[in-house]
């Protein structure tokens, strides 16, 4: 059984950083492209960043945000730094198992975390 467990959420304040993980099982995500997706209250969950071979930013991160994966250690990671208040949201890890040709829309992932809550205060 496939199962993403997302970890590093946390109260910052704006300008700090945190770092999330997400940590994979039930199978070998070395070859599929991963994604960390966000949703804040009463908005639609948005796509912040992916990675396969390269790497994939939102305008709102981009220069931000970095996204990595251990492949080692089945786990993908996202360094944020220079936080905002409107960063804060639930984060989400997700796997692509195919090549969709995008990395943006959530229905494009095939798996999911539960999410980590991400809290910056002004």
């Known amino acids: 059984q496939v199962q993403l467990v997302e970890s590093g959420g946390g109260l910052v304040q704006a300008g700090g950083s945190l770092r999330l993980s997400c940590a994979a099982s039930?199978?070998?995500?070395?070859?599929?492209?991963m994604g960390w997706f966000r949703q804040a209250p009463g908005k639609e969950r948005g796509f912040v960043a992916a990675?396969?071979?390269?790497?994939y930013y939102s305008d709102s991160v981009k220069g931000r945000f970095t996204i990595s994966r251990d492949n080692a250690k089945n786990t993908v990671y996202l360094q944020m730094n220079s936080l905002k208040p409107e960063d804060t949201a639930v984060y989400y890890c997700a796997v692509q198992t195919y090549y969709s040709g995008s990395y943006v829309y959530t229905s494009n992932y095939n798996y999911w975390g539960q999410g980590t809550q991400v809290t910056v205060s002004s």
């Open positions: 039930g199978r070998t995500f070395s070859s599929y492209a």
């Open positions: 990675i396969d071979g390269n790497t």
